[in-house]
């Protein structure tokens, strides 16, 4: 694992302040979706489809999904799967999203390669409201993503071909600027750096 693209720096607001000026309900409504008849498709599709178990469900959504998310086939979604910003979620030819799987996506997105799994409770977070340039994804064909991994994406993730992640992994490419002692962390902002891990890895816990 390495670093990737410079260190970038944003001390924009937080989400709370950027929800004040937004307003909330256009803030909650642009972090799930592209806009706002998408969202009402998108929702209606999960209020129906989301919850339904078994391979019936995975039948189910494997078509209906293809109206919401890109996919280079019938996308292989396991039941109670979130997804934010579907529009920007790209999946691979038989990638497969495990139970209970969190995808938060931006403009830039999260790509999911041919044959990767991504295993149950895991979070791929890349949700942008400070428009750093670089944030995205990227996972190439045949990787394995433990159960309970979490990356964030912030800084920009690429992760290559035939890569392991042991459950419980963390990918974090961002983190809170602290130096003012002055004021809460949580108001100074961020710094955000790339994540680059090669083909072949694998990651223990």
Request: proline residues 6%; positive net charge.
């Amino acid at each position: 694992m390495s670093a990737g693209r410079d260190r970038v720096v944003s001390r924009r607001p937080d989400a709370a302040e950027a929800a004040a000026k937004r307003g909330p309900l256009r803030y909650y409504v642009e972090a799930q979706s592209t806009g706002p008849g998408r969202y009402i498709l998108e929702q209606t599709i999960f209020f129906f489809l989301q919850g339904v178990p078994s391979l019936v469900g995975i039948g189910l959504r494997a078509l209906a999904y293809r109206l919401i998310l890109r996919s280079d086939g019938p996308p292989l979604v396991e039941d109670h799967v979130r997804l934010c910003q579907p529009a920007n979620i790209h999946l691979g030819r038989r990638a497969y999203l495990d139970h209970s799987v969190y995808l938060h996506a931006c403009p830039q997105g999260i790509f999911i390669g041919a044959e990767t799994f991504v295993m149950h409770g895991s979070v791929l977070h890349v949700y942008n409201f400070r428009d750093l340039p670089n944030a995205g994804i990227w996972i190439g064909r045949n990787s394995y993503i433990g159960e309970r991994c979490v990356i964030r994406g912030q800084g920009g993730v690429r992760i290559g071909d035939s890569v392991l992640l042991a459950p419980g992994v963390q990918v974090l490419a961002v983190n809170h600027l602290f130096d003012d002692p002055s004021r809460p962390v949580i108001q100074q902002g961020i710094s955000a750096q790339g994540i680059v891990v090669e083909d072949g890895a694998w990651i223990g816990a």
